[in-house]
């Protein structure tokens, strides 16, 4: 083999080792499309995203004021600056800050917060060209098996991508204040403590779900997540921009749930139903003539109220427990009157109570 023809070769087997590690490199970088759809997405929501600090003022073992913190997400909803987050990322806060994605921290004030939902609205006044809102999606069309991703921007260390899919749909969690949330995304995308508030995004990058919680024993993401739906969110935030509060019907009551074991042992006259243990003075419940508890019985190691009204049904509704009673409640409309089937000292009676307004610091009684 000539020189000439001994260089020709070895530079053609040096192109084609150069060739075949870029088509190697383009090989090994080509994205999937799903993996497309998670970058797009991302690129697209992360401008939407922030970072809430919210500072509580404590008091050490000598009463002197300590700041604690706390952090969560949330998402901008709308170009005057509104962002919606959980209650609980904000809850007791004296003081409020947000940063953006592009590091930039603003002030916020608190608009309105729901407790019953673990839902909040705050605001701040950034420029109209740093507030990039995201799009509502439609959560009332959602399915099981259905790709999601959340976005959060815990602790401003930057944002933060999972992904997973819809496990569960319509599920029911208790909030801090111990009303039941309905309605509720089971996910195993998983959601970390600092991405509470944040929100849980369809594959076309809408909102579908604003994340609340996680089911762990150690407080780590095991891979069951809860949202609350976007129709739900969206609702609440509305009514939080235009007057700081969501309003609830009220009758005024603490009721319990009557188990058969329980109405056995007290020799009730029902098996089943909710019976009547407090009524608010002038409320509503109260105003109609409903009957709370006037004594207390001890079932076993435990002392119960009992003697006041128990309800059978509510209007067509036959009650089983106290929880779907409450839940029927919350979804009837102020002003509407509800007729109660109830027994009261071994008598059948109908007592027909009006929803009234609940009051913006009655927090646990329907």
């Given at each position: 083999?000539?020189?000439?023809?001994?260089?020709?070769?070895?530079?053609?087997?040096?192109?084609?080792?150069?060739?075949?590690?870029?088509?190697?490199?383009?090989?090994?970088?080509?994205?999937?499309?799903?993996?497309?759809?998670?970058?797009?997405?991302?690129?697209?929501a992360s401008p939407s995203?922030?970072?809430?600090?919210?500072?509580?003022?404590?008091?050490?073992?000598?009463?002197?004021?300590?700041?604690?913190?706390?952090?969560?997400?949330?998402?901008?909803?709308?170009?005057?600056?509104h962002i919606m987050t959980?209650?609980?990322?904000?809850?007791?806060?004296?003081?409020?800050?947000?940063?953006?994605?592009?590091?930039?921290?603003?002030?916020?004030?608190?608009?309105?917060?729901?407790?019953?939902?673990?839902?909040?609205?705050?605001?701040?006044?950034?420029?109209?060209?740093?507030?990039?809102?995201?799009?509502?999606?439609?959560?009332?069309?959602?399915?099981?098996?259905?790709?999601?991703?959340?976005?959060?921007?815990?602790?401003?260390?930057?944002?933060?991508?999972?992904?997973?899919?819809?496990?569960?749909?319509?599920?029911?969690?208790?909030?801090?204040?111990?009303?039941?949330?309905?309605?509720?995304?089971?996910?195993?995308?998983?959601?970390?403590?600092?991405?509470?508030?944040?929100?849980?995004?369809?594959?076309?990058?809408?909102?579908?779900?604003?994340?609340?919680?996680?089911?762990?024993?150690?407080?780590?993401?095991?891979?069951?997540?809860?949202?609350?739906?976007?129709?739900?969110?969206?609702?609440?935030?509305?009514?939080?921009?235009?007057?700081?509060?969501?309003?609830?019907?009220?009758?005024?009551?603490?009721?319990?749930?009557?188990?058969?074991?329980?109405?056995?042992?007290?020799?009730?006259?029902?098996?089943?139903?909710?019976?009547?243990?407090?009524?608010?003075?002038?409320?509503?419940?109260?105003?109609?003539?409903?009957?709370?508890?006037?004594?207390?019985?001890?079932?076993?190691?435990?002392?119960?109220?009992?003697?006041?009204?128990?309800?059978?049904?509510?209007?067509?509704?036959?009650?089983?427990?106290?929880?779907?009673?409450?839940?029927?409640?919350?979804?009837?409309?102020?002003?509407?009157?509800?007729?109660?089937?109830?027994?009261?000292?071994?008598?059948?009676?109908?007592?027909?109570?009006?929803?009234?307004?609940?009051?913006?610091?009655?927090?646990?009684?329907?």
């Open positions: 083999m000539s020189c000439a023809g001994g260089k020709k070769t070895i530079f053609l087997i040096l192109l084609f080792i150069l060739i075949s590690g870029i088509l190697g490199f383009n090989q090994a970088a080509a994205l999937t499309d799903d993996e497309k759809n998670n970058v797009a997405i991302y690129q697209k995203v922030v970072n809430v600090i919210s500072t509580v003022i404590t008091r050490d073992f000598f009463l002197n004021p300590t700041p604690r913190e706390g952090s969560g997400s949330g998402s901008i909803i709308d170009s005057r600056g959980n209650n609980h990322v904000i809850r007791d806060a004296q003081k409020l800050e947000v940063t953006l994605a592009d590091g930039s921290k603003w002030p916020a004030k608190l608009v309105g917060t729901d407790p019953d939902n673990d839902l909040a609205v705050i605001k701040i006044n950034a420029p109209p060209e740093k507030l990039k809102p995201l799009p509502f999606g439609d959560s009332k069309k959602l399915q099981v098996g259905q790709k999601v991703l959340a976005i959060g921007n815990p602790f401003g260390l930057g944002l933060t991508l999972t992904t997973g899919i819809i496990s569960s749909l319509g599920r029911t969690i208790r909030s801090e204040v111990g009303t039941t949330i309905e309605e509720v995304i089971q996910t195993d995308a998983s959601i970390n403590p600092g991405n509470s508030g944040g929100p849980l995004l369809n594959s076309s990058g809408e909102i579908i779900g604003v994340n609340t919680a996680i089911l762990s024993p150690t407080g780590v993401s095991v891979g069951i997540g809860f949202a609350i739906p976007v129709h739900t969110a969206k609702r609440i935030a509305l009514e939080l921009i235009a007057k700081g509060f969501v309003s609830y019907p009220y009758i005024g009551t603490v009721i319990h749930t009557i188990i058969p074991q329980f109405a056995k042992a007290l020799s009730l006259p029902a098996e089943k139903g909710a019976m009547v243990v407090e009524v608010a003075p002038g409320g509503p419940a109260d105003k109609a003539g409903l009957k709370g508890a006037n004594k207390q019985a001890q079932i076993g190691n435990f002392l119960h109220p009992v003697g006041g009204d128990i309800i059978i049904q509510v209007d067509q509704l036959e009650v089983k427990d106290a929880e779907e009673t409450i839940k029927y409640l919350r979804e009837r409309k102020i002003g509407d009157v509800v007729n109660f089937k109830i027994i009261r000292d071994g008598k059948t009676r109908e007592v027909k109570v009006t929803l009234q307004e609940r009051p913006k610091d009655f927090r646990r009684k329907p």
